[in-house]
């Protein structure tokens, strides 16, 4: 059974969490929106000629791989946070309809 105390706290997550969820999801968009601005400076720094060689050196940058891996960072964090809500709106979900269950006296 899921308790009252643990759906409390369930709820308090989520309503704690409001402004962490917004704030990890604008900036995981923030960071997919940099990537064509920080590839597109990094071919034009290029000393390759050929626009194929010139893409291949600017996504081996320092510059590129160091967003790449703030990217990746960023989906991590928004993902966590993101499963975590689900799990705990899951559980509310639960507890909602075994409680109503109980009403009906189907259990």
Do not use: P
Request: aromatic content about 8%; charged content about 35%; some cysteine.
């Amino acid at each position: 059974m899921i308790s009252e105390e643990r759906v409390d706290k369930a709820l308090k997550y989520m309503v704690a969490t409001d402004e962490g969820f917004a704030m990890a999801k604008s900036h995981m968009v923030g960071m997919e929106k940099q990537e064509k601005t920080i590839l597109g400076i990094e071919i034009l720094n290029s000393t390759q000629s050929g626009q194929q060689a010139k893409e291949a050196e600017a996504r081996t940058s320092e510059a590129y791989t160091k967003w790449r891996k703030d990217y990746e960072d960023s989906v991590f964090n928004f993902e966590i946070v993101r499963n975590k809500r689900n799990s705990e709106s899951m559980l509310i979900e639960c507890w909602r309809s075994l409680n109503a269950n109980r009403r009906k006296g189907n259990i």
